[in-house]
């Protein structure tokens, strides 16, 4: 199956009863699209569905394993610095909105959001 599909399977599924199963096909799909830079979303996606689940070892995982295949995903860095945020890690939350910024093609309104988590950041320093 198309990774595509997996993964809207897997979050169909982790609304419902079939959490574990749909969890599965999300990391299954991420798996498939990791080497289709356009797919880049999948395995985000599935960062996030871990992150929203609160499964925070995983969530972290994904969206180091995200990075690591794609290091120009600035919405994965500001994903992951909106997670260490919210798990009071923040050191490494201003580590990822600094390498988020860097990152060559970002969309104002993603430069927006790391701003605002930037000034929450600052707000707790």
Same mark, same amino acid.
């Given at each position: 199956?198309?990774?595509? &599909? ?8 982790? %609304? ?17 699209a ?9 395995? &985000? ?18 969206? %180091?394993?995200?990075l ?19 798990? %009071? ?13 860097? &990152? ?6 993603? &430069? ?10 600052s707000?707790?320093?």
């Amino acid at each position: 199956l198309h990774p595509g &599909v997996l993964y809207r399977l897997g979050m169909l599924l982790t %609304r419902g009863p079939k959490k574990d199963e749909g969890f599965k096909l999300l990391a299954q799909a991420a798996e498939l699209a990791q080497f289709d830079p356009a797919l880049a979303g999948i395995a &985000v996606g599935h960062a996030r569905a871990l992150d929203t689940a609160r499964k925070d070892r995983e969530a972290e995982s994904a969206y %180091r394993a995200a990075l690591k295949a794609n290091p120009e995903n600035a919405l994965a860095y500001y994903y992951l610095a909106a997670f260490y945020y919210r798990t %009071r890690s923040y050191d490494n939350a201003q580590i990822q909105i600094n390498a988020g910024l860097r &990152v060559r093609e970002i969309s104002e309104d993603l &430069v927006e959001a790391f701003r605002a988590l930037q000034e929450k950041l600052s707000e707790k320093g």
